[in-house]
T-cell receptor, first 109, second 115 residues
Framework: KNEVEQSPQNLTAQEGEFITINCSYS?????LHWLQQHPGGGIVSLFM???GKKKHGRLIATINIQEKHSSLHITASHPRDSAVYIC???????????FGEGTQLTVNP | DTEVTQTPKHLVMGMTNKKSLKCEQH?????MYWYKQKAKKPPELMFV???????INESVPSRFSPECPNSSLLNLHLHALQPEDSALYLC??????????????FGPGTRLTVL
């Protein structure tokens, strides 16, 4: 079992839909990261969370430390949101990141 | 400046070549990382430098040789690579490890093809 599990693996949505990507983890963490990677591209950090909720534009990230679960929500999705979204946890022992397998999101116009 | 830059963007090399990948940041970060990412897979950690000293080597073959000449620069020297080493090589930087939550800033990557 992976230490970081994401679901779904693939997600196709129509423009304007509300999207949720989930991440569960099994280790003790000091922070959880949501990352975005466009095809062939580098990685952009969207959020770093250690508790509660954060919002940036149409993106919202939440974390429940007790349940070891985080969600990334995209409101009013747009084709430019099409990318791989990766959940990564920073274990309490240091700065090493453990990555989930990623969620491939495709938003159709 | 909140950017990590990597050069070159693309690199094609033969198995007998020697080449280097370069990574630079000017955010005052004292931890720098090399990752390898194969298609449709998450990044795999290769090396971590903390205060210009190698702190983590994830059992990477010696044909990959990292170097951190100063606090802003990180190099990855490549020699006698194999075709299976073809991948996207990502550099990242952060404040040094500790009990703080340290966001990692990633570069755009170097797409390496070994023929």
């Amino acid at each position: 079992k992976n230490e970081v599990e994401q679901s779904p693996q693939n997600l196709t949505a129509q423009e304007g839909e509300f999207i949720t990507i989930n991440c569960s983890y099994s280790v003790g963490i000091s922070a959880l990261h949501w990352l975005q990677q466009h095809p062939g591209g580098g990685i952009v950090s969207l959020f770093m969370l250690s508790s509660g909720k954060k919002k940036h534009g149409r993106l919202i990230a939440t974390i429940n430390i007790q349940e070891k679960h985080s969600s990334l929500h995209i409101t009013a999705s747009h084709p430019r949101d099409s990318a791989v979204y990766i959940c990564a946890v920073q274990e309490t022992s240091g700065s090493r990141l453990t990555f989930g397998e990623g969620t491939q999101l495709t938003v159709n116009p | 400046d909140t950017e990590v830059t990597q050069t070159p963007k693309h690199l094609v090399m033969g198995m007998t070549n020697k080449k280097s990948l370069k990574c630079e940041q000017h955010m005052g970060h004292r931890a720098m990382y090399w990752y390898k990412q194969k298609a449709k897979k998450p990044p795999e950690l290769m090396f971590v430098y903390s205060y210009e000293k190698l702190s983590i080597n994830e059992s990477v073959p010696s044909r990959f040789s990292p170097e951190c000449p100063n606090s802003s620069l990180l190099n990855l020297h490549l020699h006698a690579l194999q075709p299976e080493d073809s991948a996207l090589y990502l550099c990242a930087s952060s404040r040094p490890s500790g009990r703080l939550n340290n966001e990692q800033f990633f570069g755009p990557g170097t797409r390496l093809t070994v023929l």
